[in-house]
């Protein structure tokens, strides 16, 4: 089963928006890690986020994480065409060991 | 090599078939995992080493299929009898040791495969 949950599953905006995507979780974690996933190709890192913090950015990324709800926000502010992509959450939960559990992803879309 | 580095890139193979699919992790990474992704699905764990010792491979689906990495750097990911149910994106990451929690993954492109 899986531990995060995205949502919404897809999305498409046009370019120069924002774009909004939020992942919920089941049990307590370490950290919380975003991915993001081109087509056919493998997954890349975007941010890790601990479960002491409350808000990390990374450029245009704006992630949150709100450990009383068990969710976490992703934020691409002013998007391109070249973000169109999928973007998986990912749980390093104190209960599964060292290893992530991905979500389902959200499938982005950004129109030019 | 810089990155993870997964071959093949693609394999078909029929029914009943046996596949070795190979990850090649990125230097001095010590954690490496497997992952199994279907179309439109999120990636599925599979199994994980740490050094030359799987550390947990709760996730392989049965006993079809195993892992191996002897020397602590390549792993094989070996199906027997493969089923068309086996067909799925095969991804490899890896990862510095971290004793507390899993940090950033490495992944490669992967390794397509599919049963007929």
């Known amino acids: 089963s899986q531990q995060g949950e995205e949502d919404p599953q897809a999305l498409s905006i046009q370019e120069g928006e924002n774009a909004t995507m939020n992942c919920s979780y089941k049990?307590?974690?370490?950290?919380l890690q975003w991915y993001r996933q081109n087509s056919g190709r493998g997954l890349v890192h975007l941010i890790l986020?601990?479960?002491?913090?409350r808000e990390k950015h990374s450029g245009r990324l704006r992630v949150t994480l709100d450990t009383s709800k068990k969710s976490s926000s992703l934020l691409i502010t002013a998007s391109r065409a070249a973000d169109t992509a999928s973007y998986f959450c990912?749980?390093?939960?104190?209960?599964?060991?060292?290893?992530?559990?991905f979500g389902g992803g959200t499938r982005v879309l950004v129109k030019p | 090599g810089a990155g993870v580095s997964q071959t093949p890139s693609n394999k078909v193979t029929e029914k009943g078939k046996y596949v070795e699919l190979r990850c090649d992790p990125i230097?001095?990474?010590?954690?490496l995992y497997w992952y199994r992704q279907s179309l439109g699905q999120g990636p599925e764990f599979l199994i994980y080493?740490?050094?030359?010792?799987?550390?947990?491979d709760s996730g392989l689906p049965n006993d079809r299929f195993f892992a191996v990495r002897p020397e602590g750097s390549v792993s094989t990911l070996k199906i027997q009898r493969t089923e068309r149910g086996d067909s799925a994106v095969y991804l490899c990451?890896?990862?510095?040791?971290?004793?507390?929690?899993?940090?950033?993954?490495?992944f490669g492109e992967g390794s397509r495969l599919t049963v007929l």
């Open positions: 990451a890896s990862s510095r040791y971290r004793a507390t929690n899993t940090g950033e993954l490495f």
């Open positions: 049990t307590s974690i370490n950290n």
């Open positions: 986020i601990r479960s002491n913090e």
């Open positions: 990912a749980t390093d939960a104190y209960a599964a060991g060292n290893k992530l559990t």
């Open positions: 230097s001095g990474h010590t954690a």
């Open positions: 080493f740490q050094g030359t010792g799987a550390a947990d």
